[in-house]
């Protein structure tokens, strides 16, 4: 029996059908980037509005091109939080609204715990205990996964998420939103130890993260090359240093965590897991310390129905039949999780 996913947290609308023996049998993703771009961030009025009009007609298509049909489905799953409130309650209505039409149980999923799960999909996935490192642009966080709903915040963000600072620096040098793939495109052309950025917290004694202070360094080293008329000649340099101390942050908390934990596997997922810079230096730092590092396809980096069905599967002695409950939990720790059936 097949698992219905529905994410709708922030900016794309992703439906998918998930089953055990055959993994991913139908999925649709939609992105918004196009509409969010003029404003150089996601709106959320924007975000909601979209997702009403895409999730009925991808629901369709995803049943559709599997051949089945309600009846057909063992749950129906749909990302609860966190995220945009707004957002959240049209996937949580409308995976609701049908659970109760087709007498199906509905299970509200935890984002992030979607993401975490998401490299266990198929074979060759991690096995518990491991270190996650979950990067966005909403969320930065290292985690302690014991398990299943058992999970330790080792280390978080205090201001930006690592997404979020790519995004405005890349508003600082002009390049399109989202920031990430501009700027790792532009950052092959730079030199990365052209401009010493700082490394926040890289001395913290704890496993925190912060971005603010490197953001703020961008931009004075970019109001300075304004000043000079010379940014257009350092504007790839800019963005290789930038990335190179963003990936400097994030694998130097990386490797604290396995030697604090003993841990030897590394999940990253998110976002920004799909950074081909941040990828090879956990790869480089895997073999001299002697972890294993493990992803989700490229295509399940972003936010997608599937991550939400697999998880739906994964927690589906949490499903209770009866009248479905929506669920919108802007702010959701992961901590506050407890196993599957507990």
Known sequence: MAVLGIETSCDETGVALYDPEHGIIAEALASQVALHAEHGGVVPEIASRDHVAKLAPMLRQVLAEAGLGWGDLELLAYTAGPGLVGALMVGGCVGAGAGLGARLPTLGIHHMEAHLLAPQMGTGGPAFPFVALLVS????????????????????????????AFDKVARLLDLPYPGGPPIAALAELGEPDRFAFPRPLARSGDLNFSFSGLKTAVRLVV????????????????????????????????????????????????????????????????????????????????????????????????????????????????????????
């Not at 642009?137 to 915040?153: E, F």
């Not at 942050?249 to 490797?255: F, H, I, N, P, W």
């Open 137 to 164: 642009g909403g969320h930065t966080l290292l985690v302690d996964a014991a398990g299943v709903g058992r999970y330790r915040i080792l280390g978080e963000t205090l201001d930006d998420a690592a997404g979020e």
């Open 223 to 342: 109001d300075r090359c304004v000043s000079e008329q010379s940014l257009d000649r350092e504007r790839a340099h800019i963005a290789a240093s930038f990335q190179a101390a963003a990936v400097d942050s994030l694998t130097g908390k990386v490797l604290a965590a396995i030697e604090q934990t003993g841990y030897g596997a590394v999940v990253m997922a998110g976002g920004v897991a799909a950074n081909q810079a941040l990828r090879q230096r956990l790869e480089e730092e895997a073999i001299t310390a002697g972890f294993r590092i493990h992803y989700p396809p490229m295509a399940l980096c972003t936010d997608n129905g599937a991550m939400v069905a697999y998880t739906g599967w994964r927690r589906r002695a949490d499903a209770e039949p009866g009248l479905p409950e929506v669920i919108a939990r802007p702010r959701w720790s992961l901590e506050e999780l407890k196993p599957p059936g507990a």
